[in-house]
């Protein structure tokens, strides 16, 4: 399944600062719908997920209902996405 969306990036506070991009309800939903056959437990979902020119692989944490993506840093240095940006993401779901 590939999706297309945009998100305001966020920052989650735990042992380190991280960047996440909120997935959008109605793709949340979309996902959730094939959550069971994609995830890998905790109901993380693998997925490789493309910002500006940078293609990375991670995994969707699973957050009030909805899903986040988290931004590795190399990703936020090579296309300059910072807390309050807009970002336009292209994900795959999946390994």
Known sequence: MELEFTAVAVEW???APFVFLPVPPDESELI???AAELT???GVIPVEATVGGTT???SLFPRD???LLPVKV???RAEG???GDEVPVRMRLGR
Do not use: L
């Open 56 to 58: 990375f692989t991670t």
């Open 74 to 76: 190399a990703v936020q």
């Open 81 to 83: 996405v910072a807390v």
């Open 32 to 34: 959730r719908e094939s």
């Open 65 to 67: 209902g909805a899903y």
């Open 13 to 15: 506070r735990g042992p």
């Open 40 to 42: 890998y437990g905790w």
